[in-house]
């Protein structure tokens, strides 16, 4: 079948729109009509060589849709049910599922931008193009594997479930699943965007005392107001480390997240990390990225350093309960999402993220 998606070619060059061939899906793959795809700094990263990734490739893997058609052998989603896609499809047979930590499946990384069988279903004539996540949902329709689809109980908006793919998981999973954050404690987050957003609605969910937003833009400090930080630090202003010990009584917070993704921000997360607490790194820094860490004063102030991916989230139990959260209220993506593009405003899209629009973005497809 014929479905238009946004192809990057090469490193440093807009993401060309134009019409592909989408090959039909074969045994436990589901063919996906995607509804909406969100706008993430994580493609950015392929697009700008800041991370390695085999070209021609459809980019994309925060998304949602509805389920057009089933492969053979394909059991838990039917054809008109709402799914969001997870870029992390994991097995369930390999020592990370087994002992629960789909969200780092080994399965997962040893077939990169392929499908579980080592082959792709996208092309253009006889060139193949690959599929970022397993995803690929810069695409009018994608074909996944069937464990990267997860049907949602009541169906929500698109915009709103395609976040459910990335974002929310990767921030509010980092302080629920991860960090385990507990009610009382100063927590400061380093990085107020789509993601960082998250991590402070985590924290306010557990009833954190302080929640302290930490960023460049001043913009996007008073917008972190709206999803639960209580305090904001402009780290433009003046040492944002000494900021945050001022505002936690001189100790430093229980719980910092570095969500930026640089080596730099990593240090200066730790560094406000208050004694017996813990750093967890959420952003990706650039391949080769190392951060300078006081060795001493990690064991002399009993600190932790963690990293988290995906927000230790198991996509098929915890995409469905941030679902209703969202339907409860507890959630607020309708906050989160401000700007709506068609698939062939994608490289304006692009743009906006990258003049520092506070709010996430999401193609939205018809």
């Keep these: 079948m014929k479905t238009k998606a946004a192809v990057l070619y090469e490193v440093g060059q807009p993401l060309v729109v134009e019409e592909v061939e989408l090959d039909e899906p074969k045994e436990s793959e589901v063919l996906v009509k995607v509804g909406a ?3 993430c700094r994580s493609d950015r990263h392929f697009m700008h060589g800041d991370a390695p990734i085999a070209l021609p490739v ?5 998304g949602a849709g509805t389920v057009e058609k089933v492969g053979p052998g394909v059991t838990s989603v039917r054809p008109g049910q709402q799914v969001i896609l997870s870029f992390v499809p994991a097995c369930g047979r390999c020592k990370s599922c087994i002992e629960g ?5 080994d399965s997962h990384g040893a077939t990169g931008p392929f499908m579980y069988d080592g082959t792709r279903r996208l092309h253009k004539g006889d060139q193949y193009i690959h599929h970022m996540g397993k995803v690929a949902c810069f695409s009018e329709y994608s074909v996944v594997p069937e464990a990267g689809c997860v049907p949602t109980i009541t169906p929500i908006p698109m915009d709103k479930a395609a976040m459910i793919g990335c974002c929310v998981p990767t921030g509010v999973g980092a302080v629920i699943f991860s960090a385990d954050v507990q009610p009382g404690s100063t927590v400061a987050v380093v990085g107020c965007g789509g993601v960082g957003l998250n991590v402070i609605m985590g924290a306010a ?5 302080k929640i302290i937003a930490v960023d460049i833009r001043e913009s996007q400090l008073e917008f972190a107001m709206k999803f639960g930080a209580t305090h904001s630090v402009n780290a433009a202003d003046r040492d944002p480390v000494e900021q945050v010990k001022e505002l936690t009584d001189g100790r430093g917070a229980d719980y910092t997240f570095e969500v930026f993704g640089s080596a730099e921000t990593v240090k200066t997360a730790y560094d406000m990390t208050g004694k017996s607490g813990t750093m967890t790194v959420v952003g990706i820094a650039p391949i080769g990225a190392e951060a300078a860490i006081n060795a001493v004063d990690i064991v002399r102030n009993e600190k932790t350093i963690r990293g988290t991916y995906y927000g230790s989230a198991r996509s098929q139990t915890d995409m469905p309960k941030l679902a209703d959260m969202y339907l409860s209220g507890k959630l607020k993506l309708d906050d989160l999402v401000v700007r709506h593009y068609t698939l062939d405003q994608i490289n304006e899209a692009y743009g906006d993220m990258d003049k520092g629009e506070i709010g996430r973005g999401a193609i939205v497809y018809s």
């Design 205 to 209: 969910l557990v009833n954190a005392s």
């Design 58 to 62: 459809v980019l994309g893997h925060e």
């Design 101 to 105: 930590h789909g969200n780092i499946c």
């Design 37 to 39: 795809a969100g706008i």
